[in-house]
């Protein structure tokens, strides 16, 4: 998995009830701790204020755009940094549960 940069897209993976942010929120990294990273979620209109400042670990998030090439994070490096943090029998599953996709295709 590429490490995150600062000024990244992330996508939030987990529910935040204390800050009221919901799984699926975008914010960026605004610093590197090296073992968790601080993501502001923000307001996306002009103003861009700000909503919630927290500290978050790479279980938490994937990153969906890259501030160095001012690209989207394709959704296959997406799903593949989430499959990575899991463990092996989650890792199993979710091949089992793709080659079923790809049998589903084929026999369509």
Known sequence: ??????????ELLVDLPEVGIQAGEQGAIVEDYGDAYEIEFFVPNSNGETLALCRLTLDQFVVVWRSATKSDVSISEQVAAIVEQLPDDRRKQVFEFARSLVLKEHFV
């Open 1 to 10: 998995m590429t490490k995150p940069d600062l000024f990244d897209g992330i």
